[in-house]
């Protein structure tokens, strides 16, 4: 795809029956669509009729790609633009998701496009919005492990993610105009719901707290030399499944 001048790429993976909803799946830095890929497990929603995007980062990093918090918001239009073109059965608004820095870049084109997204699915890296108030309320579901030592549950040292997770998501609840208090469940004795709204709120915002958790995504596999890194991945909850589950209801509701 070329966007303002540039050659941009990203993976497809197509509907094998009637499109409903364009799922953008962002890789984190250092890392690539393919790894996205195969980390998420993304594409196998498309026996459920998702269209599932996995779109590249243009700042080279390592051996992969970082996002441009603004430089690539462009691109991420021209993609969403050209598969409502190429499935013009689908949902006309999208679910973003990504892990760690494609969450970070997911949280910043919902906040700022919040007209265009469905729900936001973030996995070890939501950020507040940039505004204090949306013009249209961005449903939210979040994932984050204690002992994720990447981006630190309660902040960390770098600019990037010195913000905590829990204020991150009080952002959200505060732009989507609900209160800044969430109700707590402990669903098992490893994992925790911060809820902001009700669950029947359209604009409810979620946090899934996976305690001994890593920077991973829950529900998936990481070979052992990953494991070492980025530590224990949540088995409580499947990120992919819960984030699926949370758009096609949102989209039920519209």
């Not at 929603?45 to 700042?59: C, K, N, W, Y």
């Not at 829990?166 to 800044?180: F, P, R, Y």
């Not at 596999?221 to 990120?239: C, N």
Request: hydrophobic content about 40%; some cysteine; overall charge neutral.
């Amino acid at each position: 795809m070329q966007v303002n001048g540039a050659a941009r790429r990203f993976l497809l993976a197509e509907p094998s029956g009637a499109p409903s909803i364009i799922v953008l799946s962002l890789h984190g830095s250092r890392s690539s669509p393919e790894s996205q890929a195969r980390l998420s497990r993304i594409e196998t929603l498309t026996r459920d009729g998702a269209v599932v995007a996995f779109p590249q980062g243009s700042v080279r990093s390592g051996s992969g790609y970082e996002w441009d918090l603004e430089g690539d918001a462009p691109f991420l239009h021209a993609v969403v633009d050209g598969l409502l073109d190429q499935f013009p059965g689908s949902h006309p608004q999208i679910c973003i998701s990504g892990m760690s820095g494609g969450a970070r870049m997911s949280s910043r084109f919902a906040s700022r496009h919040p007209e265009r997204v469905l729900l936001l699915g973030a996995v070890a890296g939501l950020r507040a919005p940039v505004r204090r108030a949306l013009a249209r309320p961005v449903p939210v579901v979040a994932f984050h492990g204690t002992a994720d030592r990447i981006n630190p549950l309660n902040g960390g040292a770098t600019a990037r993610w010195e913000e905590s997770v829990l204020d991150a998501a009080k952002g959200w609840a505060a732009a989507d105009g609900l209160s800044e208090e969430p109700t707590s469940d402990e669903v098992t004795s490893e994992l925790t719901r911060f809820r902001f709204g009700s669950e029947e709120d359209p604009a409810t915002v979620t946090l899934w707290v996976s305690r001994g958790a890593g920077h991973t995504w829950p529900g998936s596999r990481l070979p052992m030399l990953l494991r070492l890194f980025l530590g224990r991945t949540s088995h409580e909850i499947d990120a992919t499944a819960e984030i699926w589950r949370s758009a096609t209801t949102l989209a039920g509701n519209g």
